[in-house]
C-alpha cells in the first residue's frame, strides 16, 4: 500500500509518521517552500498531547512550551475571577496542557520525517487528482510531475485543493472573527501582572483578550485578541499578515475603544511588533463525505472541518484524524489485500469516516459556544449577565468543566477512533 499526503501542516506529517508505524508506504507533498515559517501558537490538550506521545514526539515538543494545568476566566472591569476550568491534568488525563508555538510542533513533525526516512517535496502544487479505473489515484503537480498511489490524503489545510475536488462547491466561509496576537517578555508587562494567575482570559463588551505563557520558562507571554472585522480575499489577508505595522495598529486602535485593565494596555503598547500575527476564523460546510466515491481521496484535518482556534482544539482534530485514519488504512491492509474498491469504502474507511464526523459535530457544538462567549456585548449590563451566566455554569460543572469526554479520547490501536465518549 502507498499513501499520497498534500501538505505539512500538523495532520499531513502526524499522518505520515502514523503510516510509518503500521509500515505503509507515503510521501508528503507540499505547495510551500521548505524555508516557510508556521506563525502563532498553538494550546495542546491531553488529547492532543497522547496523539504525539504516540507518534513519539512528545516529549520533544512539551519542553519547548508552557505546562499548564488551569485557565481562568476573568472581567475586564476589575480582573474579578469568573471561572477556572482543567485544560489539561496529569492526575486526571495522564497529561498537563500545553502551550507552544505552533511552528515549533511543525518542525518537531518534520526533523522526525527526516529521521524516519519519510520524502518530503517541497514546490509541489498539486494540481489535478485522477483516479483510475485500475484502483488507484494519479496526483499531477505544476511541474508536470505525476505521483501514483493506493490513496490520497488531502490534508491541506481550509483552502483545500483536494477538498475542491470531493467537492468544488464546499468553499469556506468567514465567520465575522479573527484572532490577532503576538509575544513578549513577561518583564515588559510589569506590576501590571502581578497577582493575575495566567493562563487566562480576560472577557471584556468588546469581545476577550487572552494571556498564555509560551516558553518552557514562562518568561515570555504569549497574547491573543479575539476580534471582530470584515472578510477579505486571501491575497488581502496574506498582505495584512505580512503588515506588522498595521497589526499593531489593529491591535491599538481596538483596545483604545475600551476600558480595559493595565495588563491589556501593558500587553498591546510593549508587545514586540515581529511577532504579531492574525488569524481568520472560517468555516467549512460539511462535507457529504470526507473521501470520493472509491475511498481513495480522503481529506483530514481542517480540509475537512475547519475548526475555529476559539476550542482549543483544532490541532487535536488534526492530530486524532490522523492517527485514527492510519490505523484504519492498516487494518484495510492487513485484513484484505485483495478487495475491491467499492468494498474498501464499505470495510474500514465507512467506520472511520463515521466515527470521527460524530466526534467532530460535538467539538465544532463545543466550539461555536467559545466563540459566541468571546462576542461583544451591547453594553454594561449584558456584560454583567454573560459574566453572572459564566460564573453558576463553571460553579455547577467545577473546575472538570465538562471536558473530559474531549481530553479523555485516544487514539489507541483497535479504537479507529470509537471509543467511550466518542
Known amino acids: 500500500m502507498k499513501v499520497i499526503i498534500i501538505g505539512t501542516g500538523l495532520a499531513g506529517p502526524a499522518l505520515a509518521l502514523a503510516l510509518h508505524k503500521h509500515n505503509i508506504s ?179 463588551k468588546l469581545n476577550s483578550f487572552m494571556f498564555m505563557p509560551c516558553t518552557y520558562t514562562g518568561d515570555r507571554i504569549g497574547c491573543f485578541a479575539t476580534v471582530e472585522g470584515e472578510d477579505r480575499s486571501r491575497e488581502d489577508w496574506h498582505k495584512l499578515q505580512n503588515d506588522k505595522t498595521a497589526l499593531y495598529a489593529t491591535l491599538q486602535k481596538y483596545h483604545e475603544t475600551e476600558r480595559w485593565p493595565g495588563l491589556v494596555h501593558a500587553a498591546s503598547q510593549n508587545i514586540d511588533v515581529e511577532t504579531l500575527t492574525l488569524w481568520p476564523y472560517y468555516t467549512v460546510p460539511e462535507l457529504s463525505s470526507w473521501s470520493s466515491k472509491s475511498g481513495r481521496v480522503i481529506v483530514i484535518g481542517d480540509a475537512a472541518h475547519a475548526m475555529p482556534p476559539t476550542g482549543g482544539q483544532g490541532a487535536a482534530m488534526a492530530f486524532e484524524d490522523a492517527l485514527t485514519l492510519a490505523d484504519a488504512l492498516s487494518a484495510l491492509k492487513t485484513k484484505t489485500k485483495e478487495i475491491d474498491s467499492a468494498a474498501r469504502e464499505t470495510h474500514a474507511l465507512t467506520q472511520w469516516q463515521a466515527a470521527r464526523r460524530e466526534r467532530i459535530r460535538k467539538i465544532l457544538a463545543f466550539t461555536s459556544k467559545g466563540g459566541d462567549m468571546r462576542k461583544r456585548s451591547v453594553g454594561t449590563l449584558q456584560q454583567l449577565v454573560k459574566e453572572w451566566l ?30 467511550s465518549g466518542s
Open 26 to 204: 507515503c510521501a508528503i507533498f507540499e505547495l510551500r517552500d521548505k524555508t516557510a515559517v508556521e506563525g502563532g501558537f498553538v494550546a495542546l490538550a491531553p488529547n492532543a498531547l497522547r496523539a504525539l506521545d504516540r507518534i513519539g514526539v512528545y516529549d520533544r515538543v512539551a519542553k519547548q512550551g508552557w505546562n499548564y494545568e488551569a485557565f481562568e476566566f476573568l472581567s475586564s472591569r476589575n480582573l474579578s475571577h469568573i471561572g477556572t476550568i482543567l485544560n489539561g491534568s496529569h492526575d486526571r488525563y495522564g497529561y498537563k496542557a500545553l502551550r507552544v508555538s505552533r511552528g515549533i510542533v511543525r518542525q518537531t513533525l518534520v526533523e522526525a520525517l527526516g529521521e524516519q526516512g519519510i520524502p518530503v517535496h517541497y514546490n509541489a502544487r498539486c494540481v489535478a487528482i485522477q483516479e483510475t479505473a485500475r484502483g488507484t489515484v494519479v496526483a499531477t503537480f505544476a511541474d508536470g510531475r505525476t505521483e501514483e498511489a493506493d490513496f490520497l490524503v488531502g490534508a491541506d489545510g481550509i483552502h483545500s485543493r483536494v477538498r475542491a475536488h470531493l467537492d468544488p462547491t464546499a468553499v469556506p466561509t468567514f465567520s465575522g472573527q479573527l484572532g490577532v496576537g503576538g509575544s513578549l517578555p513577561r518583564s515588559r508587562l510589569g506590576t501590571a501582572c502581578h497577582n493575575v494567575y495566567m493562563p487566562c482570559l480576560i472577557l471584556g
Open 390 to 419: 459564566m460564573w453558576a455554569y463553571f460553579l455547577w460543572v467545577g473546575d472538570e468543566g465538562g471536558l473530559s469526554w474531549i481530553y479523555e479520547y485516544d487514539t489507541g490501536p483497535g479504537t479507529t477512533g470509537c471509543v
